[in-house]
């Protein structure tokens, strides 16, 4: 069995806590790389949750900003995404993605990023 590029998602209470894990060496390499986790949940867009540039500077949505935060270990080629005091508008599929940093498009447009891993599943309950 292969491992997933995405892993940690599961079924949390409100206001409980997640940490999801995304091995990005598995990704495409670039040059001057972003790194992102985006969502998507049944009948709605995918939409970016939060991105870290290789040199440590980070976007968020505004939905998250303050729960959630996005990291990453370069010498192990990991990003992470902590999440805390979820809500159950957070449900939605994980997944990450690697892109160039001189892509024209914004960090939340999914055109930026050109290597995606499998998903993992975040459910929050009520």
């Known amino acids: 069995q292969v491992e997933p590029i995405e892993s940690g998602g599961g079924s949390v209470e409100v206001g409980g806590s997640l940490r999801l894990s995304c091995a990005a060496s598995r990704l495409a390499t670039y040059a001057t790389p972003i790194m992102a986790w985006f969502r998507q949940a049944p009948g709605k867009e995918r939409e970016g949750v939060a991105a870290?540039?290789?040199?440590?500077?980070?976007y968020y949505a505004d939905s998250v900003k303050g729960r959630f935060t996005i990291s990453q270990d370069t010498a192990k080629k990991m990003v992470y995404l902590q999440m805390n005091s979820l809500k159950p508008e957070d449900t939605a599929t994980y997944y990450c993605a690697a892109g160039s940093a001189y892509g024209l498009n914004s960090w939340s447009s999914v055109r930026r990023y050109g290597s995606w891993g499998q998903g993992t599943q975040v459910t929050v309950s009520s």
């Open positions: 870290i540039y290789s040199r440590g500077t980070t």
